[in-house]
């Protein structure tokens, strides 16, 4: 069974410009979550969808930054425009819609690195 | 602030030594994850504590919730190069699917 894919691995952007990152969950799971680490910090939350639905976006920074999951699987994060403070390495975890915070299966995550 | 303060930040060792890495907290979490993370790859799930004071073993590694729910540690007995990594605790609070971590031991064993 796959796991939790990120595309891209590493992403190398100029300040202003936009960047679409995209996680595939593990088929069947109805939780997905973005988390990121940005240099010298912790795995901070980002947001939470149900399927299609944003359960909680309680940890997105501001709004330059937009995720969508259309039709329930497949999610995107955008960031438009990127700022130097967005770099860092965002990850993708999901879960099946039976756990209720016992864990969460992670992608290998995106590095994005903004100049 | 950061929820959960993990230490120590660095650990080097070396092979068939033991160690502890402890998690701390003054909130309570109704479950605690403890994941390692190799270079260029996402966290995985070692286990999943959920009662205060449970204890789960998993060969060498012994992981242990505080009777509070607050805390947790991670004891590895006689450490193998291969056990280097970056070891992460992570809490949930209210059952709720939201993960605070803490800032991650880098463990390295030397042979």
Known sequence: ?115 | TQLLEQSPQFLSIQEGENLTVYCNSSSVFSSLQWYRQEPGEGPVLLVTVVTGGEVKKLKRLTFQFGDARKDSSLHITAAQPGDTGLYLCAGARNNFNKFYFGSGTKLNVKP
Request: hydrophobic fraction near 30%.
């Open chain 1, 1 to 115: 069974e796959a796991g939790v894919t990120q595309f891209p691995s590493h992403s190398v952007i100029e300040k202003g410009q936009t960047v679409t990152l995209r996680c595939d969950p593990i088929s069947g799971h109805d939780n997905l979550y973005w988390y990121r680490r940005v240099m010298g910090k912790e795995i901070k939350f980002l947001l939470h969808f149900v399927k299609e639905s944003k359960q909680d976006e309680s940890g997105m920074p501001n709004n330059r930054f937009l995720a969508e999951r259309t039709g329930g699987t497949y999610s995107t994060l955008k960031v438009q425009p990127a700022e130097l403070e967005d770099s860092g390495v965002y990850f993708c975890a999901s879960s099946p819609r039976s756990s209720r915070g016992t864990e969460a299966f992670f992608g290998q995550g995106t590095r994005l690195t903004v100049v």
